[in-house]
């Protein structure tokens, strides 16, 4: 088991926080129908650990009910932006939680349908009273039944009972995205009934998880935590040498690692990569971060016929004898991703300390000297989720290994025209529709670099530019010979009158500068406008601290200046690059 | 082994340690409520490797009783100084 600090240590670390020392904060509420102490407390400083402060609100004992339909209560007062509705098996059966079988299979199953339509109004009351995302636990399904054995062949029974109801809470929120249903079940079953229940402290304070495993609880519940201050993680580094497989490559040669089915050694690390393959599959990004001669470990990577991670799983192999820091310094800039959303592994203390002293930002996991260990170790991990699962996120890992084609292909070009030449671009530039609004809306709330205006719009604006007569809105796919880029660029044009446009929003993201897009863009700007009767293009280039890549946009592409604004004739000539070829609207 | 007791108590109910005596309770610690009693308890049960029943959790009215259980369990404090 993970090994958490004691309970009151995290009471005592939280009288010490303040919130001047952060400079970000959040508002968290714990609620529920059994005695909650010491659980807000835990997450607070679980959040000061990640920088954050956290406001905390623990309900009233068992006043969840109140807090939540008095539209008064110090629950709304509190104005949570995350909230924790913890209820238990015992609170929701009463009587029958003893005696089941008092009442008929009928008679339970309208209980159960009573009690679920309570809780599930109750939820959504809550939701649509607050902005607040709500997670609620599910329920602890009794592994005792005064009928033993034969609880199995009852109809509706105790074990049924709770079961059902579990099964209609994640069916109803399934699609809800600012409810959660939390796995409370799973949780007492990873860490046993008799661990988390405790009769004395029960009996003595109506406790009903151990204050033993409220720390692991809180751990738990910053699995939500996490994804929603967006404090989790997405890309994964690895060490090769006794993290991947068994042994040293330089040493052991490729018949002496240990990467086999029939060794219990191998085994260890054959699951630990299957683990880190599924998650790669659904958006985590893996790397390499290893010292070894680059050939004789590719060669495990490429051939051993038992190696599940393969080259085309990762977006970066540092494979070199530079040190561990410099090399994770480059992935960083090269996958172009936060430090801080890095996990590091690798078997070697020296190097872990070594990256934990230069780059504390980097989750640098403390890996047991046990092979064995190391999958409950990934999986007990909590930095990895996410609130929504995206088509993105599912092809995230393939487009990082086609951009790592794409930078190679470069390494091999000299001539930076002759390699754009060889990615072979195609573009594709749309009107906005129902599929591309919503992508059109993330890339102006996401994009930063080359973003002329950073005007940020939701979906409702995006779809009511692109319905009004006086407003274009376009955007621009991007493929080439590694892949499909997908929806990387937008712009959005106000038709002022019938001699002038105005380009509100230009933007691409950083995936795709640098390769001519932004000048076909502008192109397909001006030709429109030409072909509509229109004389000049003005648009405005707002500084900020993360554009300067598109500072010089317009001047490069022989716009002037003229009252702040930049300004094209449309009868003049623009320069238009030929490497790319534009696919024409269907 | 009183200091050892003394510490958990001091590190439990966030208090110095020379605030704390053999008559020490939840009438002379300021945060000694019911829910820090049973933390309390979970730290000397972890410390010493017992466990109390219930029903000397609720005859532990001040840290004297709390030394009577242990020796119940054969763990001894010696009523030595405290430092």
Not at chain 1, 444 to 468: A, V
Not at chain 2, 14 to 40: C, K, M, R, Y
Request: proline share 3%.
């Amino acid at each position: 088991m993970s090994s958490e600090k004691k309970l009151s240590f995290f009471i005592n670390e939280s009288k010490s926080l303040t919130e001047s020392n952060f400079e970000k904060n959040t508002r968290i509420a714990v609620i529920g129908s059994f005695t909650l102490n010491g659980l807000a407390e835990t997450l607070q400083v679980k959040c000061a650990e990640l920088k954050i402060f956290s406001h905390i609100f623990t309900g009233g004992y068992n006043q969840y009910n109140e807090e939540i339909l008095n539209p008064k209560s110090n629950l709304y007062s509190f104005k949570p932006e995350i909230c924790f509705l913890l209820l238990d098996t015992r609170t929701i059966l009463g009587d029958l939680f003893f005696n089941p079988y008092d009442i008929s299979n009928n008679d339970r199953k309208n209980f159960i349908e009573t009690k679920f339509n309570e809780l599930a109004n109750l939820i959504s009351y809550f939701s649509e009273q607050s902005q607040c995302k709500i997670i609620i636990s599910n329920f602890v399904a009794p592994t005792y039944s005064p009928y033993g054995i034969v609880e199995s062949k009852t109809e509706y029974g105790l074990q049924k009972m709770i079961t059902d109801l579990n099964s209609k809470l994640l069916d109803k929120f399934k699609n809800n995205p600012l409810v959660f249903v939390f796995n409370f079940n799973g949780f007492v079953t990873n860490h046993g009934q008799n661990n988390i229940f405790d009769y004395r402290q029960y009996y003595l304070g109506d406790v009903r998880v151990s204050l033993e495993k409220i720390p692991h609880l809180a751990n738990e519940l910053m699995s939500y935590v996490k994804p929603i201050l967006g404090k989790n993680r997405k890309c994964i580094v690895l060490d090769l040498d006794n993290t991947l497989w068994g042994g040293i490559i330089g040493e052991d040669g490729f018949n002496g690692i240990k990467l086999g089915h029939n060794d219990p050694i191998g085994k260890s690390y054959i699951e630990f990569q299957k683990h880190l393959l599924s998650l790669h599959k659904r958006g985590i990004i893996l790397t390499v971060n290893s010292k070894n001669n680059f050939d004789d470990a590719m060669k495990v990577i490429r051939e051993h016929p038992n190696m599940v991670l393969r080259e085309e799983n990762f977006a970066c192999l540092k494979i070199n004898w530079n040190d561990k820091v410099s090399n994770l310094r480059e992935i960083a800039q090269e996958v172009n991703i936060g430090l801080d959303s890095m996990v590091f592994f690798d078997d070697d203390q020296m190097n872990r300390d070594f990256v934990i002293s230069a780059i504390p930002e980097v989750l640098t996991v403390e890996m047991p000297k046990d092979p064995s260990q190391y999958v409950p170790t990934l999986l007990k991990l909590n930095d990895f989720n996410i609130t929504k699962i995206t088509e993105e996120d599912k092809s995230r890992g393939k487009m990082y290994v086609e951009q790592r084609k794409r930078t190679e292909l470069q390494k091999s070009t000299n001539d930076f025209n002759e390699y754009l030449k060889k990615l072979d671009i195609k573009l594709s530039i749309k009107n906005a529709n129902e599929f591309s609004i919503p992508r059109i809306s993330q890339l102006t709330l996401k994009t930063n670099q080359f973003n002329l205006t950073t005007r940020r719009y939701q979906e409702e604006d995006i779809l009511k530019f692109s319905s009004s007569d006086d407003k274009i809105v376009e955007c621009v796919k991007v493929s080439d010979k590694f892949g499909d880029n997908g929806i990387t660029g937008t712009y959005i044009i106000i038709k002022k009158n019938n001699e002038e446009w105005i380009i509100d929003t230009f933007l691409l993201s950083c995936r795709i500068i640098g390769r001519g897009i932004e000048d076909i863009m502008m192109n397909q700007i001006i030709e429109k406008a030409k072909t509509a009767g229109i004389k000049r293009i003005k648009g405005q280039f707002i500084p900020t601290e993360k554009n300067k890549p598109a500072e010089n946009f317009y001047k490069d592409l022989g716009f002037k200046q003229e009252d702040g604004f930049w300004v094209f004739n449309t009868n003049d000539t623009i320069k238009k690059p030929e490497h790319i070829e534009m696919v024409k609207n269907e | 082994m009183s200091n050892k007791l003394y510490e958990i108590l001091s590190q439990v109910f966030n208090v110095d340690i020379s605030l704390i005596n053999d008559q020490s309770s939840p009438e002379t610690i300021e945060s000694w409520d019911s829910f820090h009693g049973l933390a309390l308890i979970d730290a000397i049960e972890m410390e010493f490797n017992i466990q109390f029943s219930i029903s000397e959790i609720t005859d532990i009215k001040n840290v004297d009783d709390i030394k009577k259980h242990l020796k119940n369990h054969s763990v001894e404090i010696d009523n030595g100084k405290k430092f």
